[in-house]
């Protein structure tokens, strides 16, 4: 039995009649009639046989390494058999060359089948001589129709299997057009059986639409194993690799590619490139902020200035608006230095965001710097959590930023007081235990 719904397009909303603007997503024009089977429950349904949780294999899943070490960093050591993963981001991000070079790489030990649904085989050709050579013993087709991908697949049986687009895909069963929900809930299904039914490792393409979301209302995350995030960085050609979702590894590990002629190359040392061209000027912070296993060396840069308007600006970017917002408060209270009385600009350079309170130090002092028109000490970096009694208190892995600050040549550690640092580090401790002493720095 079947009756007549309607569904948004956008964001899978159902209803029970047309209207012009979904009350779901707000979006115009996007409910189209579908119809509905409604099911019942089959008598005939065959009892299953539960199993122990402890009778099965303790073995780590088996992954397939490439020779990018920051790809198989934010993996959590390489692609897993049987998983399926998508990575996304802005449309020319780079996100089909890196796939190219990453099934260039295992096609020498592996099966590797590279579907495209936007691309000819002239095109993935040309711009595989440019970037991996002649020489490639990956396999390549051009198709949109997930029906005859999934056949050759079953017949094939490769052992990782790379579809680019999934957006341009449709199944014949779905009658609805590519891209849209429903095509995208029922190929992600589809695919999600075949990678597990055959084991079989599944690399999806999707792009990140103009509101930000990825394949329409991230309507593929619940389905997959894995989700990664291809972004930009406005300041060079650098790409990060972030991971959002893994089921098998880590979600804060980042991998860093820089966007060559020749394709992406491994950036194993970003701090070399993030501590280039930094300034000793007021209003100027370095901070270390670890991300996964990697410390980050990152400036932050404040400007403070008297307001004209009726109500102080808050220009904040790379950390959340809030936490800035109080920062400034706990200094005022303390300090006596009337940051609500004043603009405040703040950004993280390099485009990064901090989500963490390891940071706290260096935004009251990039806040003090630029109010008081005085440079912090060349090659400092401040460390610590500021409390809202105006108590700095320490943070975490206190050694392993101390350990990367000593790499790149760094003289000054400010710390709160009671941290214990290393015996054999050479670098100069600076202690404080509060607020008030934070003047200490600038006479």
């Not at 711009?127 to 991996?132: P, Q, T, V």
């Amino acid at each position: 039995m079947s009756k007549l719904i309607f569904e948004c397009q956008d964001c899978g909303q159902q209803l029970l009649k047309w209207q012009g603007c979904c009350p779901s997503c707000k979006s115009w024009n996007s409910i189209s009639e579908q119809k509905n089977t409604l099911t019942t429950l089959s008598n005939t349904a065959n009892v299953k046989t539960m199993q122990q949780l402890n009778s099965q294999d303790q073995n780590d899943f088996k992954r397939i390494l490439s020779n990018f070490k920051e790809w198989d960093r934010v993996l959590g050591g390489g692609i897993v058999q049987g998983s399926i993963n998508i990575l996304t981001g802005d449309p020319g991000i780079g996100k089909s060359t890196l796939l190219l070079q990453i099934a260039h790489k295992l096609a020498d030990q592996q099966k590797v089948f590279y579907f495209s649904s936007e691309e000819s085989l002239h095109q993935v050709s040309n711009r595989a001589k440019r970037i991996i050579g002649k020489n490639s013993k990956l396999f390549f087709l051009s198709e949109n129709n997930l029906d005859h991908i999934i056949a050759t697949i079953k017949a094939e049986k490769p052992d990782l299997v790379i579809i680019d687009s999934i957006q341009n895909c449709f199944l014949e069963s779905t009658n609805s057009s590519s891209g849209s929900i429903n095509q995208l809930r029922d190929c992600g299904f589809a695919l999600m059986q075949l990678a597990k039914n055959y084991n079989i490792a599944i690399i999806l393409t999707a792009h990140i639409t103009k509101e930000g979301q990825m394949a329409g209302p991230k309507t593929l995350e619940h389905i997959v194993d894995t989700v990664f995030y291809l972004q930009g960085e406005d300041r060079w050609q650098i790409r990060v690799l972030r991971a959002v979702k893994n089921r098998f590894g880590p979600v804060n590990e980042l991998g860093f590619f820089e966007m060559h002629s020749d394709g992406l190359q491994e950036v194993t040392d970003i701090n070399q490139l993030l501590l280039e061209g930094l300034s000793n000027a007021p209003g100027a912070a370095l901070v270390s902020y670890l991300e996964g296993s990697r410390p980050l060396l990152l400036e932050l840069q404040a400007l403070t200035l008297p307001t004209k308007l009726s109500m102080p600006q808050r220009v904040i970017t790379g950390i959340e608006h809030k936490h800035v917002v109080l920062i400034a408060a706990i200094l005022e209270k303390y300090l006596k230095i009337k940051f609500s009385m004043q603009d405040i600009f703040f950004k993280v350079s390099g485009n990064f965001k901090i989500k963490t309170n390891t940071a706290d130090l260096g935004i009251a002092l990039a806040l003090l710097s630029s109010h008081l028109q005085q440079p912090l000490p060349e090659k400092t970096i401040a460390l610590g959590e500021l409390s809202l009694t105006g108590s700095i208190k320490p943070v975490s892995q206190i050694n392993t930023h101390i350990k990367e600050a000593e790499r790149f040549g760094i003289q000054q550690i400010i710390l709160p007081k009671g941290v214990k640092v290393p015996t054999s580090s050479k670098i100069k401790i600076v202690h404080f235990s509060n607020a008030y002493e934070l003047l200490n720095l600038f006479t």
